[in-house]
């Protein structure tokens, strides 16, 4: 039975990964010709021609800023509105939790195809203005705030209400109650809710496809590639993107492993 | 200032006060929302029932049933790819959760990382292993066996939406699985079940608000997209999402038409949720009599 659910979990992995494997081997490839896996020695040109691609660099930056942007505005706003949720009756909470779940439920493209027809709507009213970073900063934060807002809400459940009161009691305006205690608390449910928001944004294509007039974040410059018949920078393309998620994910490995080992020590200290 | 004494003399009253304050703080998320979610759902209903002209018509709706084979394409290649995420990705979540705990969040990170990669490289991928000339091919011939035609298939589409989505379906199922207290499947085991009767009859059923949950969670991206049949299924495997595409961005530039494909496709999203829905809260219920 062990050996059985060996190899299941081995043939699983493969079909995650080989395709990966395959994109990170062939950006190595010498060859120029029309076919993409014929294999002709080891050369790091697609690196060089990639590199040397203005519009990558480009959608590189736009898509750095509208997920700074966005992941702020939407983390401050989220935050807000969460405690403002926490504090509402039954009957509100439950329509405005209705109000956030709903862009998460609803297909990405219809997400992106109603905020065409406002920005669309928007940009002529205001003359003839064009959609491109505004429009998809907009939107950004717009899909980013459910995913912030439900990942601070369980922190601020656990949260004792009586602690901000506490703190006003003790003499603490309103403002450092919220800045010295409840922040703090809820602040594990921030970073997550940020870090989302940030990735999401990142990750974007579908909104962002209805959103972007002709500007180009990443994800659209990713899929005008694929729609080239020959494109093995992409490939260079993948394999670097790869290769820094993997470095992200082990830097934050080891972190949060010395971290436990430190607090395990710690504790057999005490 | 008589409020300010008043309301140290009765710190209920105080109390009451601050909850307005806090109420206050979801007002700008509100505004942003009416403008950014419920505007926009509303302009794809007015979208939906006028022509170019903005007069009232239901002619969009009646032009969405000439694609009712389109429709039923996307809902039939979506419900097999939820199917085959199910069937392949329920033995893995299950394997998994028999691990060690750490061994567990090693191999759910595995699970995790190819999503880390922006989905158009993950399809784009398929599209070089699958080609005539592909990957596979080659190897196929190398070995001395025919070639395959694969690309710009709907197995292709099916299985650019399983790579694409399993990670969903795996996930919820094994957070469910890992959350079963082991002393249930004891106690089954105690009154004498064997190894299938306790799967069948106790894991199972207590794993449904996972699978549920991932059966949606592949479900709807897999019926609205319009990438993955873009690159695998060439241009004969149109789905709804391309559908809406053609008339946003592209030939067939038409909103009105688009509009009411998008308001159909989400009603349909949306029952499909409130029926899963009601799975979840009649298992939910009955795990409740059980006890």
Same mark, same amino acid.
Not at chain 1, 30 to 37: D, E, I, L, V
Not at chain 2, 41 to 46: C, I, Y
Not at chain 2, 207 to 213: E, L
């Given at each position: 039975?062990?050996?059985?659910?060996?190899?299941?979990? %081995?043939?699983? %992995?493969?079909?995650?990964?080989?395709?990966?494997?395959?994109?990170?081997?062939?950006? %190595?490839?010498? +060859?120029?010709?029309? +076919?993409?896996?014929?294999? +002709?020695? $080891?050369?790091?040109?697609?690196?060089?021609?990639? $590199?040397q691609d203005q519009m990558l660099l480009v959608s590189l930056r736009n898509t750095l800023i509208i997920a700074v942007v966005a992941s702020a505005v939407s983390t401050v706003l989220g935050t807000a509105a969460a405690i403002g949720i926490n504090g509402l009756n039954k009957w509100a909470r439950r329509v405005v939790m209705n109000v956030t779940n709903f862009p998460m439920m609803n297909p990405d493209i219809v997400t992106g195809v109603s905020l065409m027809l406002l920005f669309v709507a928007a940009a002529k009213f205001m003359g003839n203005l064009a959609l491109g970073m505004v429009s998809l900063i907009f939107a950004h934060?717009? %899909?980013?705030?459910?995913?912030?807002?439900?990942?601070?809400?369980?922190?601020?459940?656990?949260?004792?209400?009586n602690l901000a009161e506490a703190a006003e009691d003790l003499g603490c305006t309103p403002r450092q109650a919220f800045f010295h205690v409840v922040l703090p608390e809820i602040m594990p449910g921030v970073v997550t809710g940020l870090i989302m928001a940030f990735t999401l944004s990142i990750d974007d294509f579908v909104v962002s496809y209805f959103t972007s007039g002709t500007t180009q974040t990443l994800p659209i410059f990713i899929y005008s590639m694929t729609r080239k018949r020959v494109s093995p920078e992409i490939n260079a393309l993948s394999a670097l993107l790869f290769g820094t998620i993997l470095l992200l994910l082990i830097i934050i490995n080891i972190r949060t492993s010395r971290e436990s080992k430190r607090s395990e020590t710690l504790q057999k200290e005490a | 200032m008589k409020w300010g004494m008043m309301s140290s003399l009765f710190p209920r009253q105080r109390g009451r006060n601050k909850e307005v304050k806090s109420k206050a703080a979801v007002y700008p998320y509100l505004v942003w929302m009416i403008i950014f979610i419920i505007v926009p759902?509303?302009?794809?209903?007015?979208f939906a029932f006028t022509d170019k002209g903005g007069t009232f018509t239901l002619q969009n709706l009646q032009e969405v049933g000439?694609?009712?084979?389109?429709?039923?394409?996307?809902?039939?290649? =979506?419900?097999?790819?939820?199917?085959?995420?199910? #069937?392949?990705?329920? /033995?893995?979540a299950y394997i998994i959760s028999r691990h060690s705990v750490s061994r567990q969040n090693t191999l759910i990170m595995l699970i995790m990382l190819p999503m880390w990669m922006n989905f158009l490289l993950r399809t784009y991928a398929w599209m070089t292993?699958?080609? &005539?000339?592909?990957?596979?091919?080659?190897?196929?011939?190398?070995? =001395?066996?025919?070639?395959?035609?694969m690309i710009n298939t709907q197995g292709a589409v099916v299985l650019g939406m399983v790579y694409n989505y399993i990670p969903?379906?795996?996930? /919820?199922?094994?957070?469910?699985?890992?959350?079963? &207290? @082991?002393?249930?499947?004891?106690?089954?085991? &105690?009154?004498g079940a064997d190894r299938r009767t306790v799967f069948l009859? #106790?894991?199972? /059923?207590?794993?449904? @608000? =996972? #699978?549920?949950? =991932?059966?949606?969670?592949v479900f709807v991206p897999s019926v609205s997209t319009f990438i993955i049949s873009k690159m695998l299924g060439g241009g004969s495997n149109l789905l709804i999402g391309d559908l809406i595409d053609m008339q946003f961005l592209g030939s067939a530039y038409n909103p009105n038409l688009g509009s009411a494909i998008s308001l159909v496709l989400m009603v349909l999203i949306l029952i499909c949720m409130g029926i899963m829905n009601q799975f979840d809260e009649n298992g939910a219920a009955e795990g409740g009599m059980m006890v």
């Open positions: 039975m062990k050996a059985v659910s060996r190899i299941y979990m %081995f043939l699983l %992995f493969l079909f995650l990964y080989a395709p990966i494997f395959v994109l990170v081997i062939f950006s %190595f490839n010498g +060859s120029s010709t029309m +076919s993409r896996s014929v294999w +002709s020695g $080891f050369s790091l040109r697609w690196y060089a021609r990639l $590199f934060i717009t %899909f980013c705030l459910p995913y912030v807002i439900l990942s601070i809400m369980p922190k601020l459940r656990q949260m004792d209400p | 759902t509303a302009l794809v209903v007015v000439q694609y009712s084979n389109i429709f039923l394409r996307s809902i039939w290649l =979506g419900a097999v790819a939820t199917v085959v995420s199910l #069937v392949v990705g329920y /033995p893995a292993l699958l080609e &005539d000339s592909g990957f596979i091919n080659r190897a196929l011939m190398a070995c =001395g066996f025919p070639s395959v035609h969903y379906m795996i996930l /919820p199922v094994y957070s469910v699985l890992t959350k079963i &207290d @082991p002393s249930v499947i004891e106690a089954a085991e &105690d009154l009859r #106790v894991t199972l /059923p207590l794993s449904m @608000p =996972g #699978v549920i949950s =991932g059966v949606t969670m």
